[in-house]
């Protein structure tokens, strides 16, 4: 009864061998994620030296130069003629301007100089002083003339004041200077900048009682 059993069902079948695919795309999407976290890492440590070089360069730059502010200040002022009739301003202004560089290292080339004088935000003349060169700890003195006449028309508020001014003989002027400079240390020359300088002025009529006070200028960078 066995033979006959063993005859009709034959060998046993061994049991089949499973296999388990991966599925698609999970090692590519793996790497890609490892090499985009790797590459924003190594960016991120690049920009992080570069900025910890560049402050450590420039702490040492100003331990060994220490750049001090330009200094500018009006000496003096002398206002001869300074008379508005129709519409037209008549005016004759001489200025002492000292440029003082305190620094000890560094130089600076003065390339363009504009000076605007304003009455009340109202210019009347623009004078352009020569381009010169300021060594280390040098004081390099400016002499712009405004003279001539002007069409001005003045509003409300500025002939109200001129006329204030007339009586006591005591004008407010403005004088804006437009730069444009280059330091130098070494034979290392930085970029042009466009600084602004602006002197507030009390100008005494030539002949009045008052004179004229020494007025330090605004260095704005």
Avoid at 31 to 48: E, N, Q, Y
Avoid at 128 to 154: A, R, S
Wanted: contains cysteine; hydrophobic residues 40%.
């Amino acid at each position: 009864m066995s033979q006959l059993n063993g005859a009709y069902y034959g060998p046993a079948i061994p049991p089949q061998k499973s296999y388990n695919r991966p599925g698609r795309g999970s090692g590519v999407g793996c790497c890609c994620g490892c090499l985009f976290s790797c590459l924003f890492s190594l960016i991120f440590k690049v920009i992080l030296t570069v900025i910890i070089i560049v402050a450590i360069a420039v702490f040492i730059f100003w331990l060994i130069v220490r750049p001090n502010m330009v200094k500018f200040h009006v000496t003096d002022a002398t206002l001869t003629e300074f008379n508005y009739t129709n519409n037209t301003l008549h005016y004759d202004l001489a200025l002492n301007i000292t440029v003082r560089n305190p620094n000890k290292r560094l130089g600076i080339y003065y390339d363009f100089i504009e000076a605007n004088a304003l009455f009340h935000d109202a210019r009347f003349n623009t004078q352009y002083p020569d381009p010169f060169y300021q060594g280390h700890k040098t004081t390099h003195v400016l002499n712009p003339v405004f003279k001539g006449e002007k069409v001005l028309v003045l509003d409300a508020d500025q002939s109200s004041e001129l006329k204030k001014e007339n009586s006591t003989g005591l004008y407010e002027i403005d004088v804006k200077m437009y730069l444009r400079v280059r330091f130098k240390l070494g034979a290392f020359k930085t970029k042009t900048l466009k600084p602004k300088v602006t002197c507030d002025l009390r100008v005494p009529f030539k002949g009045t009682a008052t004179a004229f006070e020494t007025t330090k200028c605004d260095w704005d960078r």
